[in-house]
Nanobody, 122 residues
């Protein structure tokens, strides 16, 4: 049974930082592309960042480039999302996902975590 468990969410002031973690079990993590998505209240889930299975290639949505960094530790079966200079509009539930290709389309990811809430206050 595949499980993706996110952690690290919370309440932060605008301009602050958070580091999200997602630990996987039940899948060959080192062969899986990983992605982070977020869903704001009343909005559709959107792509944030993705990383290839070996960590050599990353992909970000334009709005987070230069502020967010996705990394992975295959030995720990964990993917991270370092988020700096957070904005109130980035409030939402952040999900990690596992797939075969580090693309922005949610349909490319087969497994999903339950999400972790990130709230950015003004």
């Amino acid at each position: 049974q595949v499980q993706l468990v996110e952690s690290g969410g919370g309440l932060v002031q605008a301009g602050g930082s958070l580091r999200l973690s997602c630990t996987a079990s039940g899948l060959t993590f080192s062969s899986s592309a990983m992605g982070w998505f977020r869903q704001a209240p009343g909005k559709e889930r959107e792509f944030v960042a993705a990383i290839s299975w070996g960590g050599f290639s990353t992909y970000y949505t334009d709005s987070v480039k230069g502020r967010f960094t996705i990394t992975r530790d295959n030995a720990r079966k964990t993917v991270y999302l370092q988020m700096n200079s957070l904005k109130p509009e980035e409030t939402g539930v952040y999900y990690c996902a596992a797939g075969t290709v580090h693309k922005q389309e949610a349909t490319q990811y087969r497994y999903w975590g339950q999400g972790t809430q990130v709230t950015v206050s003004t």
